[in-house]
């Protein structure tokens, strides 16, 4: 298959050897997730999930389209422009490690019957 000369999308420029372009950007978050974040901590864990997912569907295809349909989230070079985020994302989240905190997280148990639903009722 030729390769396609636009995406369509002003600003977005095809790349050249998507699949290799963008199989070499997931390994890049893969290999950076994991780096001064805590095996447990819920931000790595979806990072780890989504583009481990991705890499398996780039892996399984050898055709562009065919990777685009089974990740379901537009064009490849739209999902490289996300990785390419998410590498900015990843020493952001290191300093601010918003998986540590010193506060207690109170649980509050929620009523059976929600008032504001009841108020509404009465006003509607």
Do not use: C
């Amino acid at each position: 298959m030729a390769q396609k000369q636009t995406t369509g999308i002003v600003g977005l420029k095809v790349l050249d050897d998507a699949r290799e372009t963008y199989a070499e950007v997931v390994r890049e978050v893969l290999r950076a997730i994991k780096i001064g974040i805590p095996e447990d901590a819920g931000y790595r864990k979806v990072v780890e999930e989504v583009y481990e997912a991705q890499l398996k569907v780039i892996e399984a295809n050898e055709d562009v389209q065919a990777i685009e349909r089974a990740i379901g989230r537009g064009q490849i070079e739209e999902l490289y422009e996300v990785a390419k985020g998410e590498l900015g994302l990843i020493p952001k989240m290191r300093a601010w490690k918003p998986w540590e905190f010193d506060h207690e997280i109170e649980v509050i148990q929620e009523p059976e019957v929600n008032p504001y639903f009841e108020e509404a009722k009465k006003e509607g």
